[in-house]
C-alpha cells in the first residue's frame, strides 16, 4: 500500500467494485478517488467523495484495485478508515466506518473526531 506508512485506508470489495462501475462510466481526466472529511453535517465533519487529480501534497493509497487520493487535512480523521457499500431494503449506499469518530449523527453521514 502507497501512502503514509502511519494511515491506512481500506475500500472493501463490494465498494471497489461500485468505485469501479462509476468510474467506468464517467468521461474525463479525473480518475482517482479522493475522500475527506470536510466542515458539516450535524456532527461537525462529514465525508466527501468525488473523483479527481492528485495534488502535489496529497496522499496516495491503494485498497482492493482501487487508488484514493486524500489531501493533508483530512489524514488524522480518516486513518483507519473502512469504506463499504452495502445495498438493503432501504436502499445502497457508501457506509463509512471510521475509528476516530468520538460521535456521529443518526444518518452515519457526519462524524465528529
Do not use: W
Not at 496529497?58 to 473502512?82: H, T
Request: proline share 1%; hydrophobic share 35%.
Amino acid at each position: 500500500m502507497k501512502g503514509d506508512n502511519h494511515v491506512m485506508i481500506t475500500v472493501t470489495e463490494n465498494a471497489a467494485e461500485q468505485i469501479n462501475k462509476v468510474k467506468g462510466s464517467m468521461d474525463g481526466t479525473a480518475q482517482t478517488l479522493r475522500i475527506a472529511a470536510v466542515g458539516g453535517g450535524c456532527s461537525g465533519y462529514q465525508y466527501q467523495m468525488a473523483f479527481d487529480e492528485k495534488n502535489d501534497s496529497d496522499s496516495v493509497f491503494e485498497s482492493n484495485g482501487v487508488s484514493i487520493i486524500v489531501d493533508q487535512q483530512s489524514l488524522q480523521a480518516l486513518n483507519g478508515i473502512e469504506i463499504d457499500y452495502v445495498e438493503n431494503l432501504e436502499g445502497s449506499s457508501f457506509v463509512f466506518k471510521n475509528p476516530n469518530a468520538t460521535g456521529g449523527c443518526g444518518c452515519g453521514k457526519s462524524f465528529s473526531v
